[in-house]
């Protein structure tokens, strides 16, 4: 793992082609686009494509940004391929929260916090060529609470930034190749319902990274928690609405200033 400076370069007319690809189950997605959708919206020349899958190749060969809130989803065969060619011609991916996740159940049901699950949650390394070029993977999360993020880097995306608090599932994650670490955060804890875990030793937990693949960057935002009243259906028939860091501030500024990343438009830009 490296920390270093950035590639600055900014786009400074003509229109950005954006690919906004958000599905999977466990999270509030629907809120999700509409936040992404507004935040992208914000500037004339960005175009959005929005889909729910890798499965539109044509969108991502013609992407610019490719903007990703999922989980379990992932691509196969040519759409890896493509993604690979997407990254190696310089296009810039911001993956937030639950697109470094893969899961799965094993063992016996078991009870966590009133909500049945089919077994405890597993996160093998399915789909390793997908998260080398990514950056890192998901191993694990503590109880959903509140958590410090810090800015740990000069990055136009934190620079500046203060320290802020969310309420999110606080992520363990693989870190794959070279990364610059961006943001943040300390916790130790139990991690329930997950295989892995006690994670016990106060270490810097990465919550920002950004990751280099050919001429194109990566970045992973690893706050991004959100469920709706009914999204952990069938496991639990409603659970309280969890809004997670998309009501606050300093995290919908990072959302901005990496759409600003990703779009290579200049920071002063309206």
Known sequence: MTKGKSNGDERSSGTVRALL??????HDFDMVRRRLLEALGADERIRTTCTNGFHDLDALKAADFLLTYTTNIFPEGEALAELERFLARGGRWLAIHGSAAYIEFSGPEVEIGGIKLPGLTDTPDRHPAYMDLLGCRFISHLALQPFTVRS?????IVAGLPP???VDEPYILELRGESEI?????????????????????????????H???????????????????DLQPFIAEIEPQVGPWGNHVFLEIIRRAIRWGGRIPSDAS
């Open 21 to 26: 690809l958000v599905g999977g189950n466990f």
């Open 182 to 210: 961006l943001l943040e955060s300390r916790y130790t804890g139990d991690a329930p319902g997950y295989v892995k875990g006690p994670w016990l030793e106060d270490l810097p937990r990465p919550q920002a990274v950004l």
């Open 152 to 156: 740990v880097s000069d990055h136009p």
């Open 212 to 230: 280099r693949h050919g001429a194109g960057e990566a970045l992973f935002l690893a706050p991004g928690h959100s469920c709706g009243r009914y």
């Open 164 to 166: 802020f608090e969310v």
